[in-house]
């Protein structure tokens, strides 16, 4: 497999693939990558040493990054359908699935529809194959699965590997389907065919207005001896992303589309009520240069008079077990007391001002202010003065000091 490299850029990504001696590319099969949507596309350049591929990222996340999210099982199972997707993509364009990139570096997401795509390295005798098989294996340990949700379907998942068989695509496929609820029957050896499924409600934001035109047509069915099912049925409570509009079950605490902090509507009432009455320091020398979860707070209850809470985030230093409450909109990190909230006096390898953590809306994201040693996300250095999102579980590292993000 050639040679990969992966670097941010102020849009996004830019991944590069070396090819060593004797892989050569197939031209026809790049130009069809650069038009199927479950891939990126890709440029070849040849260069006086060596000749190499190269692949422009943006508006999307790397794998490993979105993962250190929660996963609510929702999130799990459109995951592994869009991979399945992704190797499906490449036999329609007759290429081995083994010459995608499928390491959790190089696959990217979009953390807002979670559409996926992936790079397929057009390669004319691929030295290092990479395993499908492995790959889907290891997606499972990857997740950090919420704790409120039923965790039955991963037992399905773990046994479906435990054989030694060769890994079969539709096999898997079937065995996801059935895992996530949906019916599937095998039609031939060859093809396989879903059945219809009743169509789940759309998610839409929560709308007042629409919500009592609603429930006037109910109580006007209700007097008409019509069925008012869908008022029964109600669930005690529903919950909606103020940020996207998605509904989501009670026990959430993040958006299973956005990641953003929920909060709560109250229930419908059963019985019908009048629509028109109100809801209720130290020294520091000059810097040197190095060579080259806890519980999320703030859900309120609408309706309420009680103020929607920050979020409490904070920097757990990973070589003293210091924990730092992050507990300003932008929290400066350094060694220079005169600018920095929290200073770090210990280490020359941190420059004066090195970085900040900014929060907006209850999301945070981290920034380099040109420090000497850079500022690295998940070991990955990103570029002074541009944002790039933290999530609870991220590694963060200031020149050579290590610390974990949480909320």
Known sequence: MAITNLKQTPNGYLVTAKLVESEDINQRQLEMINHHQKFIAGRYEITKKYSQLIFEVNQMLPLKIYLKRIIWKHQFFKIVEELIQIIKGSEEIHSNPENILLDFDYVF??????????????????????????????????????????????????EFFKNNQPFSLQRFERMFFEISGKSMELVNEDKVVQKP???????????????????????EAFTTNKSVTSLQEMPPKTIFCMECGTSLVPSAKFCISCGHPVKVVPPVAHTFVSLN??????????????????????????????????????????????????????????????QCDFVISDNKAISRYHAKIIRRNNRFYIVDCHSTNKTFVEGLAILPESEMEIFAGTNLKFGNEEFLFSI
């Open 277 to 338: 009455e109100e809801s209720s320091t130290e020294t520091f020398s000059e810097t040197t240069v190095l060579g080259n979860s806890d519980e999320l707070e703030g859900t309120t209850v609408l309706g309420s008079e009680e103020l929607e809470r920050d979020i409490v985030a904070y920097l757990q230093r990973k070589s003293t077990q210091e924990k730092v409450i992050i507990d300003r909109d932008e929290f400066k990190i350094g060694k220079d007391p005169s």
């Open 109 to 158: 997401i979009n953390p807002t529809t979670m559409e996926m795509q992936a790079i397929l390295l057009p390669l004319v005798n691929n030295h290092n194959p990479l395993s499908v098989k492995g790959f889907f294996q290891e997606f499972l340990h990857q997740c950090l699965l919420a704790s409120t949700e039923n965790h039955d379907y991963t037992t399905r998942y773990f």
């Open 197 to 219: 499924v009743p169509k789940e409600p759309v998610s839409i934001a929560y709308n007042p207005i629409q919500r009592n035109k609603d429930l006037n047509k109910q109580r």
